[in-house]
Structures are given as structure tokens and as C-alpha cells.
């Protein structure tokens, strides 16, 4: 008889048990519809406003609470309160504004003024700890949502005449940015389009979009079904959306292989030579 496993023995499951429940990443610019998406996770809802003051566009939506951060120690205490609370989902708007609180925590510990090399390196360990700590929130079967604006930099295609290739992604220190891209299920960039009808009227409508699938210059990512494909982007985009298609994503067309044509070289001509009269005697 096999004996029971113990320790962390104990925690081995099947993939398909895992509770299904989301992390995503949202970032883009003002007024994309970022918050409007965290509106649609499962409620009960708590939205964690982190000097945002942006639940204006969603004062509608039922289910929906609102606690408002001005210090790093609420956001720690939040964090405790919502283990084991009623609160199906938690939103945090805004990781970037969230990131200026553990520079004047860091700042405020240290006695300083001024940010120094040593105060970033603590403020980067205070986000990278506790941001983690809200994506595990996930383990309880809570979905997260961290919202960030977003931030170009330059890539890693500079070239001699200092042409940049640039990179979009949340407004985070790099190391802060490279650890949250890592951790959560899906990173989907908001944007705004114009849709112009082909009617007479040319009525023109705005879209709400987000972008999902690899991009060469904005950080997104879906961790779809292996033999899935996902859209460039989605349109009204909403959490059951992207529950969907991290489910069962889009069959991947048919690759079809077009064979180069094959060269073929034309025959020679036999040319018949003809005699005269005088040759043939």
C-alpha cells in the first residue's frame, strides 16, 4: 500500500483541478477602458484605488465595492482582510500609482528625501513581494486584476543613427515590469480605434480594443490552449472573453505550404538540315 504523501508531496494535483480563476495584466492609456474591464471580473468586486479616483465610469455596476489607498501600510492591510473575505475578485487601479507609494514608504523607513540607488532597490523589492502576494490571492480563488498605464522605452534595436525600436508596456521599473509580465495569465494593451461605416451616412463609431497576441513593439500575452491561436485583439473586451479564449482559444488556420515552382529547363530544338542539288552529288 502506497503511503501518504506528505509535505509538499501533498500539493501535487492535476493541472485540470486548479481553480479556474484569472490574473491579468491591463495597461494602457488614459481612458482606454481599463477600469471598465475590471468591472466585468465576477463580482462581489473590490477595487483597490490607489490614488486613481477613476470609478467614476463604472458607479453603475452592481456588486462593485471601492476602498481608497493613500498609504503603503493599507495596502498591506487590505491584502490581509481580503483572505478569507467575501470578495470574488480584487482590482488594483493603479499598479503604477502603487509604485510611488513604496517610494515614499522606502523614503519615509530611511529618513530620507531624495531617492538614492539603495532606495530604489528597496522600493523594487516592496513591489516585486507584494504584488506577488496579490496574484496569490488566486490560490483562494480570487481573480486579480492589476490596471497600469502605459510607458515606451527604447528597445533593443537601436541602431548607429540612434533609430529606437521602442517597447511598449505598464509604467513600472523594469525589474518590476519583467517580474509582473511573468506572473500573471494574460497582459492585454487597451486602445481606442475609429470605425468608419461604407454607407452613405459614414457614420463613424469608437471601438474599445485590446491587444492580445505577440506583438513586436507592445507587451501582451495569453496563455492559451496548446494548438490554439488567439485574435490580434478583441473588441468590448470583457473578463468572460478572456476566459474563453484562455479555455479553448481559436483553431489555428491550416498552414498551407506552397511548393516553389519547379524549373525545367526547355528541350532542344532539332533543326533539320536540308541538302541542295549539288551536295547530293
Same mark, same amino acid.
Given at each position: ?56 465610469? @463604472? ?39 502603487? %509604485?510611488?507609494?513604496?517610494?515614499? &514608504? ?29 496574484? /496569490?490571492?488566486? /490560490? ?8 497600469? &498605464? ?14 529606437? /525600436?521602442?517597447? @511598449? ?30 454607407? /452613405? ?13 505577440? &506583438? ?13 491561436? @488567439? ?12 476566459? %474563453? ?11 498551407? @505550404? ?24
Amino acid at each position: 500500500m502506497a503511503e501518504e504523501a506528505t509535505g509538499v508531496l501533498s500539493r501535487i494535483s492535476a493541472v485540470k483541478s486548479l481553480p479556474k480563476v484569472l490574473s491579468a495584466l491591463i495597461y494602457g492609456r488614459s481612458g482606454t477602458g481599463k477600469t471598465t474591464i475590471g468591472s466585468t471580473f465576477p463580482a462581489p468586486i473590490l477595487f483597490i484605488d490607489i490614488r486613481e479616483k477613476g470609478t467614476d465610469s @463604472i458607479s453603475n455596476v452592481e456588486g462593485v465595492d471601492v476602498v481608497s489607498i493613500e498609504k503603503w501600510s493599507e495596502l498591506e492591510e487590505v491584502y490581509w482582510f481580503l483572505k478569507g473575505s467575501k470578495y470574488k475578485s480584487v482590482i488594483l487601479d493603479q499598479v503604477s500609482s502603487m %509604485q510611488d507609494l513604496a517610494m515614499e &514608504h522606502a523614503m519615509e523607513e530611511e529618513g530620507k528625501d531624495v531617492m538614492s540607488q539603495r532606495l530604489w532597490g528597496i522600493t523594487g523589492g516592496l513591489m516585486k513581494t507584494w504584488l506577488l502576494n496579490y496574484r /496569490d490571492l488566486t /490560490d483562494a480563488g480570487i481573480n486579480v486584476g492589476f490596471i497600469a &498605464h502605459d510607458r515606451a522605452t527604447k528597445g533593443e534595436g537601436a541602431d548607429e543613427d540612434e533609430t529606437l /525600436d521602442p517597447s @511598449i508596456g505598464p509604467r513600472l521599473m523594469p525589474s518590476v515590469a519583467g517580474l509582473l509580465n511573468g506572473s500573471v495569465k494574460v497582459i492585454g494593451n487597451t486602445f481606442v480605434r475609429e470605425v468608419f461605416s461604407m454607407d /452613405d451616412a459614414k457614420t463613424r463609431t469608437i471601438e474599445y480594443c485590446m491587444r492580445l497576441a505577440p &506583438h513586436p513593439y507592445y507587451t501582451t500575452k495569453m496563455r492559451n490552449p496548446l494548438g490554439t491561436s @488567439i485574435p490580434e485583439f478583441i473588441v468590448d473586451p470583457s473578463y468572460d472573453k478572456l476566459m %474563453q479564449l484562455m479555455a479553448s482559444g481559436e483553431t489555428k488556420p491550416v498552414r498551407r @505550404i506552397v511548393e516553389p515552382p519547379v524549373e525545367t529547363k526547355p528541350e532542344p530544338k532539332v533543326v533539320k538540315r536540308t541538302t541542295t542539288k549539288s551536295e547530293e552529288k
